[in-house]
């Protein structure tokens, strides 16, 4: 059992999530009930980009920051002096973003006299699952979002070990170059995941398995090979059946995961199997996800699309096993754009 310094207090965590391309405050009490999560997403600035543009990411975080927060505070129906400690978002990330909101958490620790959190991120996203259900361990944690795609062995509460992690690109980052060289906006995964279900015949791509052990993946190699089915078509003049091409590539994308997820699941004694990050949205890996658990009798946990993707609230309940443990921050911490998952675990078991 974790030693618990919080002898019944109501604790009130305010969470601000400044990794990527969404400005999040969240006010989540007792580590599981939101009491507000406001998000404020920049996709419309970065679309026309095709992609996230770190300074202007930053200078967007600048200007909505101040206004998220007090929203958060309103909806949450507190006052500020009713705070318990204050977490934000230590890495990894973009630096620039990350900056942004540690210096607003620093800024009202310092002024509230509350102890700082810096939470990782990809905590974050496993422990979204604990807003929604108690979690049991043994557990294996599959992250699938635009920056990251691990595979995360959690032993007990707080306790993490990167499995398996991506190569190259990220699961959902090879999703949208894919979209985008079929024309489809951006982010693009939602759209191929969309055409890919409207397809009447598949066109087979290979699978990236690695070696034999590994849990690692790669996802540049059938990436390229969709860019590649496209090029051709285009230099014959040829019509591409993107449908088709959104298949073949979601397949093969799919099998992976669910095939290493539920490998680790069985040799980790999984109690849980966890999948998070945004590309959790997608249809096809939650339907042969779900199929493959149901098999295998291991039950499958899939947080709320609102908490699969970037939120503040996922960082409060990261933050919460810190807190339980009277594990903070100092304040003259620093962004970590690199953070390691494994040295963010919790000290005390
Ligand atoms: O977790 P998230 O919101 O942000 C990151 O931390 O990256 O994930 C965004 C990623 C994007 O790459 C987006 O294309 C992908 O998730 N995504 C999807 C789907 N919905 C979002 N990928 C495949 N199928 C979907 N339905
Ligand atoms: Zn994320």
């Given at each position: 059992m974790a030693t618990d310094i919080t002898n019944g207090e109501r604790c009130l965590i305010l969470a601000v999530e400044t990794s990527c391309d969404e400005t999040s405050v969240a006010v989540v009490e007792n580590?599981?009930?939101?009491l507000s999560n406001i998000v404020s997403s920049q996709i419309e600035t970065h679309r026309r980009f095709g992609g996230v543009v770190p300074e202007i990411a930053s200078r967007k975080h600048v200007e909505t920051m101040t206004r998220i927060m007090e929203e958060a505070v309103r909806e949450a129906g507190v006052?500020?002096?009713?705070?318990?400690a204050v977490a934000v978002?230590?890495?990894?990330?973009l630096v620039g973003s990350l900056l942004v909101g540690i210096v607003a958490a620093k800024a009202l620790a310092f002024a509230l006299e509350l102890p700082l959190i810096g939470v990782h991120h990809i905590a974050g996203h496993i422990y979204a699952n604990a807003l929604v259900q108690e979690l049991r361990y043994p557990l294996v944690a599959l992250v699938a979002s635009g920056g990251h795609t691990e595979l995360v062995h959690?032993?007990?509460?707080?306790r993490f070990r990167l499995i398996g992690r991506t190569r190259d690109d990220a699961v959902g980052e090879a999703y949208d170059k894919v979209a985008r060289a079929m024309g489809l906006p951006y982010p693009g995964g939602p759209y191929v995941d969309k055409l890919a279900q409207e397809a009447d015949e598949e066109i087979e791509l290979p699978r990236a398995?690695?070696?034999?052990?590994?849990?690692d993946f790669s996802f540049s190699g059938i990436k390229s090979a969709v860019l590649a089915v496209v090029n051709q078509a285009k230099m014959k003049g040829d019509v591409v059946n993107k449908a088709g091409l959104a298949l073949g590539f979601q397949n093969s994308a799919v099998d992976v995961l669910v095939t290493k997820a539920l490998r680790a699941a069985k040799e980790f004694g999984a109690e849980q199997l966890l999948l998070c990050g945004g590309?959790?949205?997608n249809k096809g890996l939650r339907a042969k996800l779900s199929e493959a658990c149901d098999e295998t009798g291991i039950p499958l946990a899939v947080p709320p699309l609102s908490l699969c993707t970037d939120n503040a609230a996922m960082i409060a309940a990261a933050a919460y096993l810190k807190w339980k443990r009277g594990e903070f921050t100092p304040l003259d911490m620093k962004a970590e754009p690199l953070f390691s998952l494994e040295e963010w675990s919790v000290m005390r078991a």
């Open positions: 580590g599981t009930n939101i006052e500020l002096r009713d705070l318990t978002t230590q890495g990894p990330g959690v032993e007990s509460e707080g398995w690695l070696e034999q052990e590994s849990y590309v959790a949205a």
